[in-house]
């Protein structure tokens, strides 16, 4: 596994939802300032438990300021990071899929990989149901890419 995946019972926070008190075991990183991991094996992907596992639905994240590294020039490359996923018994918690995805800024690697290695990420995190990873880079020498990567049981 490449980057470390938290699902500690033991540190209690308590949240409010709909009016009522909900305790976030385990969520180590929301509610606190913690720094962008240097890599995104040093990044911890936080999940909690799912709240309606009885039913499909579709959670979406999107991150339009993503960054990474061209992996043989060193240059910064920008793009859109889109994540759409079924949750099963496990969802994923946005500050620390943040984080995970900030580490990406000092990484060099093609956006093929990049849009896999997330889906395989998440996916290993918190074993949706179904999961793409849409990785869109903008132009670089007039050429923009689009990568989806698919993960399912």
């Known amino acids: 596994m ?3 995946l938290q699902r500690m019972e033991t540190r209690k ?3 409010t ?5 909900v305790k976030a075991r385990g969520l180590t990183q ?19 438990p799912n709240r309606h596992p009885n039913r499909d639905y579709t959670v979406r994240f999107e991150c339009p300021e993503f960054t990474s590294l061209c992996p043989i020039t060193g240059q910064p490359d920008f793009g859109r990071i ?3 996923y079924v949750p099963d018994q496990r969802c ?6 943040k984080l995970y995805l900030g580490s990406f800024r000092n990484e ?21 149901r179904r999961m793409t990873v849409i990785a ?17 049981r």
């Open 17 to 21: 939802e709909h009016g009522r008190s």
């Open 92 to 97: 994923i918690e946005s500050k620390s899929l």
């Open 108 to 128: 060099g690697a093609f956006a093929e990989s990049i849009a896999n290695r997330i889906c395989d990420d998440l996916a290993a995190a918190c074993t949706p």
């Open 136 to 152: 869109e880079f903008t132009p670089r020498g007039g050429i923009a890419i689009r990568v989806a990567a698919e993960y399912a």
């Open 13 to 15: 926070k308590v949240f």
């Open 2 to 4: 490449r980057c470390k």
């Open 82 to 84: 889109t994540i759409e």
């Open 30 to 48: 929301l509610g606190r300032k913690v720094a962008i991991p240097k890599s995104p094996g040093a990044a911890r992907i936080e999940t909690f």
